[in-house]
């Protein structure tokens, strides 16, 4: 019974803590190196994802600086979406998320 329990908690807590990182820089940005778990999105497609990504997902966006990633942010929270974080640059998501950057 204890067993089950904890796997009950355990596959809740998976789901509560389940995030998205999304590079929206260029391709050939994309290609010179990302954030190992990141998908890869450009800002201006960044509405694309409403079809596979849930409303209440919390979501980390980043770019180069910030200012794209800022735009992003908007888009998708002008399409309902609720936990968006603009994440600034590669750098910057780099240390927020604790995850390094790969190429």
């Known amino acids: 019974m204890h067993l089950r ?3 009950i908690v ?3 807590s998976i789901h509560i803590t389940a995030q998205t990182i999304i590079d929206v820089r260029s391709t050939s940005e994309w290609d010179s190196g990302h ?3 990141a ?3 450009e800002w201006q497609s960044i509405s694309d994802i409403t079809a596979y990504i849930d409303k209440n997902e919390e979501i980390y966006l980043y770019c180069r600086s910030g200012n794209r990633s800022g735009k992003a942010r908007n888009i ?3 399409n309902g979406f609720i936990n968006v974080i603009n994440a600034g640059s590669i750098n910057e998501a780099s240390q927020l998320l604790d995850i390094k950057i790969s190429n």
């Open 5 to 7: 329990l904890l796997a």
């Open 10 to 12: 355990f596959l809740f």
């Open 35 to 37: 954030l190992e778990t």
């Open 39 to 41: 998908i890869h999105v």
């Open 76 to 78: 998708l929270l002008d």
